[in-house]
């Protein structure tokens, strides 16, 4: 059952699931198999959606809407499908990945030709400052990425050093896809700046809560085991928060795991305890409330420069839905 923001965008997200694969189609049979698989894999649409209520909250309803709402999942789409062969990854959302089925060189180039999608799109918008957003957005993402490559298997990650992975590889992509609609609809910079705001905030929210869940998921509801960040040699926040308390066990346990890439079903259990006692996870879930709580913040700032019909507060009340939402899933 899809939460209850998406109903005020329905009939647009339907449109949308046949513009994902009509915008990628080529003549190739083989490639177009991949794509389908890619694209009925399920995910939450959630930059797609983000950007088509912020379009609906300024009035925007011209011909780039869903060209532009494809582009924010298209950059999303691509970057798991290149971070699936860094992680050789066989699962994604339950389903076995592109690279796991036809090979790391087919999920490299899908999502090569997924980025070349988007590029085409977004130059029809003729908007140096979108175009410019979303290429600033693809640079900061690989960038995070390479930086998140260099923190691998290090205990000592700092806070300052998630923050700064979590900016590029999340909530750069959740501000562009709440700010560019503004390009579209030629507001005003102020309003254009909350927009972004919102979309940065959101986006923090969003991936610390997801590093939570890997310590406190259903893992038949993540698709993925529990504890999945840590044996890729990903120290995340929960646990960054914990190993602050100075526990031994736990530091053994996280030692041994960094070492040798590998955890027994003890050591989990005593692992996923120790980040709850030490407070790890309480720490984190705070964290992602004060963000989403920002969020919320920069919505009503939005508000306060706009003369909004009732369609247009519908958009505000599913976005402000959103805030809630993103500290409230399962996977």
Same mark, same amino acid.
């Given at each position: 059952?899809?939460?209850?923001?998406?109903?005020?965008?329905?009939?647009?997200?339907?449109?949308?699931?046949?513009?994902?694969?009509?915008?990628?189609?080529?003549?190739?049979?083989?490639?177009?198999?991949?794509?389908?698989?890619? /694209?009925?894999?399920?995910?939450?649409?959630?930059?797609?959606?983000?950007?088509?209520?912020?379009?609906?909250?300024?009035?925007?309803?011209?011909?780039?809407?869903?060209?532009?709402?494809?582009?924010?999942?298209?950059?999303?789409?691509?970057?798991?499908?290149?971070?699936?062969?860094?992680?050789?990854?066989?699962?994604?959302?339950?389903?076995?990945?592109?690279?796991?089925?036809?090979?790391?060189?087919?999920?490299?180039?899908?999502?090569?030709?997924?980025?070349?999608?988007?590029?085409?799109?977004?130059?029809?918008?003729?908007?140096?400052?979108?175009?410019?957003? /979303?290429?600033?957005?693809?640079?900061?993402?690989?960038?995070?990425?390479?930086?998140?490559?260099?923190?691998?298997?290090?205990?000592?990650?700092?806070?300052?050093?998630?923050?700064?992975?979590?900016?590029?590889?999340?909530?750069?992509?959740?501000?562009?896809?709440?700010?560019?609609?503004?390009?579209?609809?030629?507001?005003?910079?102020?309003?254009?700046?909350? /927009?972004?705001?919102?979309?940065?905030?959101?986006?923090?929210?969003?991936?610390?809560?997801?590093?939570?869940?890997?310590?406190?998921?259903?893992?038949?509801?993540?698709?993925?085991?529990?504890?999945?960040?840590?044996?890729?040699?990903?120290?995340?926040?929960?646990?960054?928060?914990?190993?602050?308390?100075?526990?031994?066990?736990?530091?053994?346990?996280?030692?041994?795991?960094?070492?040798?890439?590998?955890?027994?079903?003890?050591?989990?259990?005593?692992?996923?305890?120790?980040?709850?006692?030490?407070?790890?996870?309480?720490?984190? /879930?705070?964290?992602?409330?004060?963000?989403?709580?920002?969020?919320?913040?920069?919505?009503?700032?939005?508000?306060?420069?706009?003369?909004?019909?009732?369609?247009?507060?519908?958009?505000?009340?599913?976005?402000?839905?959103?805030?809630?939402?993103?500290?409230?899933?399962?996977?």
């Amino acid at each position: 059952m899809l939460p209850k923001f998406y109903a005020t965008i329905k009939n647009d997200l339907e449109i949308l699931e046949s513009k994902l694969i009509e915008y990628l189609l080529t003549p190739n049979k083989p490639t177009n198999q991949v794509l389908s698989h890619i /694209f009925s894999s399920g995910g939450k649409r959630i930059r797609p959606a983000i950007f088509l209520l912020c379009s609906q909250l300024i009035d925007y309803e011209g011909e780039f809407k869903f060209p532009i709402a494809s582009v924010c999942e298209y950059i999303h789409t691509a970057s798991l499908l290149h971070d699936d062969v860094i992680d050789n990854s066989s699962l994604r959302r339950n389903k076995p990945t592109v690279n796991s089925i036809w090979g790391d060189e087919t999920a490299v180039l899908s999502g090569d030709l997924i980025y070349s999608a988007a590029c085409r799109l977004m130059v029809k918008t003729r908007s140096l400052e979108l175009i410019d957003d /979303f290429a600033e957005c693809i640079r900061f993402m690989s960038e995070s990425e390479l930086f998140q490559l260099e923190l691998l298997w290090k205990k000592d990650t700092s806070l300052s050093d998630y923050e700064r992975v979590v900016a590029g590889k999340t909530a750069i992509l959740f501000q562009a896809s709440a700010k560019t609609p503004c390009y579209l609809k030629n507001t005003s910079q102020e309003l254009a700046t909350h /927009f972004a705001n919102f979309g940065k905030f959101l986006g923090f929210a969003f991936q610390i809560f997801d590093d939570c869940l890997d310590y406190e998921g259903n893992e038949e509801l993540l698709g993925k085991p529990v504890v999945t960040d840590l044996l890729e040699g990903k120290v995340t926040l929960p646990l960054i928060y914990s190993l602050q308390s100075e526990n031994k066990n736990l530091d053994i346990i996280v030692s041994s795991v960094l070492e040798n890439g590998k955890i027994s079903s003890e050591e989990k259990s005593k692992l996923l305890l120790h980040v709850k006692e030490c407070g790890g996870l309480e720490k984190s /879930f705070n964290l992602a409330e004060l963000y989403s709580q920002k969020a919320r913040d920069a919505l009503n700032e939005i508000a306060k420069l706009l003369i909004l019909s009732e369609k247009q507060k519908l958009a505000l009340d599913a976005l402000n839905q959103i805030t809630y939402f993103v500290l409230n899933r399962k996977n």
